[in-house]
């Protein structure tokens, strides 16, 4: 019912800098959220960040005042700029969508939880 498309991953330094755009297709009249996760070989999928009421973002600690999250609803996208961009930062970055509206936001403030949707992720790489 929701359909993800991430694009805007890549390669590069340590201290530089990429943007992520997540393209959503939903095909429901319910409610919805939507967020950016990451998952690095052998690690589990990790919360990285959400928007909340008011434009609110909402990050996981290790990104916290190096990415900014934001949501353009008039082309139905999810972004994030990320700076300051450490080799640890290395993972296919997924966006997510979950049919609870608040959901998405308490997975990132808890570190705990999934959502029902996936895109089909982008690579980050970020070489030392």
């Known amino acids: 019912q929701v359909q993800l498309v991430e694009s805007g991953g890549g390669s590069v330094e340590t201290g530089g800098s990429l943007s992520l755009s997540c393209t959503i297709s939903?095909?429901?009249?319910?409610?919805?959220?939507v967020a950016w996760f990451r998952q690095a070989p052998g690690k589990e999928r990790e919360a990285v960040a959400a928007?909340?009421?008011?434009?609110?973002?909402y990050y996981g600690d290790s990104v916290k005042g190096r990415f900014s999250v934001s949501q353009d609803y008039a082309k139905n996208t999810l972004n994030l700029q990320m700076n300051s961009l450490k080799p640890e930062d290395t993972a296919m970055y997924y966006c997510?969508?979950?049919?609870?509206?608040?959901?998405?936001?308490?997975?990132?403030?808890?570190?705990?939880?999934?959502?029902?949707?996936w895109g089909q992720g982008t690579q980050v790489t970020v070489s030392s």
């Open positions: 928007v909340g009421s008011g434009g609110v973002g």
């Open positions: 997510g969508a979950h049919l609870n509206p608040y959901h998405c936001v308490h997975v990132v403030v808890t570190g705990s939880g999934t959502l029902d949707y």
């Open positions: 939903a095909h429901t009249t319910s409610p919805y959220c």
